[in-house]
């Protein structure tokens, strides 16, 4: 029995190290079609966003809010593009897609624009004002700007 034993043994730590020499290990290959990104491909397929806190004053034409932010007021336009979200179904009757025509004075938003060019990317439509927030120290000193404006 102890013969039989050792060559079964024998056995299947040779077919163990042939499987192994003939089976290729994947986990130190790259994946088939992955490369290193250069900058000699292109601009990068990677936007670095950024999020601002505002309020929304008032609703003009052609797309556009005035905001009240950290400082100072602002003019922005909602691209037909731009993805508008309610952070709770329950402020717009169970919806969380939203339209511009949803939007109304007083809302707090929650905008995130590409910081290369400003594009605004999405906006989030808040339920309260986020935490820490003091209106009466933005308008202070406030100072009139263009926020962002993705018109283009």
Not at 12 to 41: C, E, K, N, Y
Not at 62 to 71: A, G, I, W, Y
Not at 102 to 121: C, H, M, R
Request: hydrophobic letters at 40%; proline letters at 5%.
């Amino acid at each position: 029995m102890h013969r039989n034993f050792a060559r079964y043994a024998a056995l299947t730590l040779l077919a163990g190290a042939l499987l192994l020499a003939i089976v290729p290990v994947t986990a130190s290959t790259t994946a088939p079609g992955r490369q290193v990104w250069d900058s000699d491909d292109g601009p990068s397929p990677v936007e670095v966003t950024n999020s601002v806190h505002c309020q929304v004053v008032k609703i003009q034409p052609n797309r556009t809010l005035r905001v009240r932010h950290e400082t100072g007021e602002a003019r922005i336009h909602i691209n037909k593009k731009v993805r508008i979200r309610a952070k709770a179904r329950k402020q717009f009757e169970g919806r969380k897609k939203l339209a511009f025509a949803d939007f109304s004075p007083g809302q707090w938003l929650k905008l995130t624009y590409v910081i290369e060019n400003g594009y605004i990317s999405s906006v989030k439509v808040l339920p309260k004002a986020p935490a820490g927030f003091d209106i009466s120290v933005w308008t202070e000193g406030a100072e009139t700007a263009t926020l962002v404006d993705d018109s283009k």
